[in-house]
């Protein structure tokens, strides 16, 4: 019998709590361990406010990132047109083995161009911009997340339940972040995480890149196998 119900405000507070995160995999082990409870709806819907809190804040990054890239004529170590196919494919939903079309191509450009005064980038001076990236962090559920803290977010939506996974952080002078659908398995002391599809990807995240190794996770990306 359970003794408590959790409120979605309690059920969060423990999703962020990093002592709970590092006993217990998933919050419903942790909720069955503490003789808790919590309704299934709002536990999806905890779960779907992160996600889409996520992708938002991540999208509006990306376009960030390309904006001042292509302001700036500074493709990063990918080069531009690596950069460009690699945003192209991702914006548009275009499978490694295809080829990317002149169709596609103006497709892309438009949506880019449209996406880009729709948030309100390219109204911005380029120096705001620049400071924004600089600055930028991830918010979910009110609490903001920078980019060397994305190991911490990508603990949260695990705990959360969500089957999306977060890879992301420094290489070299530039940020490359991932977020997928996924499947995740243990091997030894290490977690391998297969991200299956893409939802959103830094634009220098190029389709070369096949597999991340992080702390104690190997990335493999399926798309990017696909490509090579």
């Not at 423990?14 to 309704?39: C, G, H, M, T």
Request: aromatic residues 10%; negative net charge.
């Amino acid at each position: 019998m359970h003794n408590k119900t959790l409120t979605k405000q309690e059920v969060i507070k423990a999703i962020f709590d990093p002592e709970i995160r590092k006993e217990f995999p998933v919050i419903q082990s942790y909720l069955s361990a503490s003789n808790l409870f919590i309704n299934d709806s709002i536990l999806n819907e905890i779960k779907a406010e992160i996600e889409n809190e996520l992708i938002e804040s991540l999208r509006y990054f990306c376009y960030l990132y390309y904006y001042i890239m292509e302001q700036k004529n500074s493709w990063g170590d990918a080069g531009e047109q690596q950069v460009k196919v690699s945003f192209c494919r991702n914006l548009l939903d275009i499978d490694p083995d295809i080829d990317i079309t002149e169709q596609d191509v103006n497709s892309f450009f438009i949506k880019v161009k449209t996406d880009l005064l729709n948030l309100g980038i390219s109204k911005i001076s380029l120096d705001e911009l620049q400071k924004i990236f600089d600055e930028y962090s991830f918010r979910v559920l009110g609490k903001d997340f920078d980019i060397n803290e994305v190991f911490i977010l990508s603990d949260i939506i695990l705990f959360a339940g969500s089957k999306l996974f977060l890879q992301g952080g420094l290489h070299g002078n530039e940020i490359q972040i991932i977020l997928g659908n996924g499947t995740i398995q243990s091997l030894g002391e290490y977690s391998v995480i297969w991200l299956e599809k893409e939802l959103v990807r830094s634009p220098n995240t190029i389709m070369a890149m096949a597999a991340i190794i992080g702390d104690k996770n190997i990335y493999i990306r399926k798309e990017a196998l696909t490509a090579i």
